[in-house]
């Protein structure tokens, strides 16, 4: 199983449980001793899973390939449901609970990042009262698993950031809070020096989506603003805190979802490297031409390269973009 129940979460949180205190940190000590090896692994991101549409099986289509490629885990890059974040708790709930379900699919250990979806109730809409049990980020916590963390695996160090800061507006925005750049700094100090870095992000960093269609073609995601103007949910507004710190380290690559699109950039010496969602266009077909997919990481002796992979799935609802 894939997903951490509440009592194994708690359980393992018992050798974390300061950095678990604020409900959103967890950290591995980098202990790296070996040269960096090579394997592959899955980034898969946007499942926006949900009862309609045919996405349970549409999901399951997707597991089922990426466990068939050989890979030694996976990380899921957010947006796991669709939608938490304007729902009561039952539906909520049931959404995690789809979710969980269709993931065993994938036999894989999954590593997993928080996305704006993914959020209880915020959304006024929700009926969800301020503070409510579950409200906001702790729904995800108690049943996946902490916001941000690090892990190690065969020479390399990973990163999971949570770019999703709730807005006192019941919003969000795309931010890495305060709290999270101090975090992110002692991590990366912690390092070995030369140890290759890859980051995970569920809103990128760094994108050029806001260029690619006309202002309304971003409403999918919620964001509807000309293509001139950097829009808080769009990208990391404070990406220009970030950059610098991964660029002190030998950081490869940092994956990134949200927009549903198939986008690299490379900055000063690092891979920005945007999939494609699993849903596609939210389980409507093609998101500007990018069909339903996930990416497949390869690692090799301190090296990334990467493919999009797709599995065929067809929508009941055609919307193509």
Known sequence: ???????EFLASSALTAGALATGTAFAEQ????????????????????????????????????????????????????????????KRADSLFDLYHHTEQALDLKVHHAIGNHDHFGIFEKSGV??????????????????????????????????????????????????????WLKEDLGNVIHGTPVIVTTHVPLITAAGQYAAPEAHSGSGVTTASTVVHPQLSVVNSWQVLPLLEQHNTLAVLQGHTHINETIRFRGIQYITSGAVCGNWWHGTRWGIPEGFTVVSLRDGKIDFRYETYGFKTVDPQNT
């Open 30 to 89: 980098s202990a790296l001793a070996t040269p960096p090896g090579s394997f592959n692994f899955i980034f898969l991101t946007d499942t926006h899973i949900e009862p309609e549409l045919d996405a349970a099986h549409g999901c399951s289509m997707a597991f089922r390939k990426a466990a068939a490629i050989p890979a030694d885990f996976a990380i899921q890059g957010g947006d796991h449901v669709f939608d938490a974040l304007a729902v009561d708790r």
């Open 129 to 182: 009262a301020l503070g409510s049990d579950g409200y906001g980020k702790q729904m995800f916590i108690e049943r996946v698993g902490p916001t941000y963390y690090s892990f190690d695996h065969k020479g390399y160090h990973f990163v999971v950031l949570d770019s999703i800061q709730p807005t006192p507006d019941r919003s969000w925005d795309a931010r890495i809070d305060d709290t999270q750049l101090a």
């Open 1 to 7: 199983m894939s997903i951490l129940n509440r009592r």
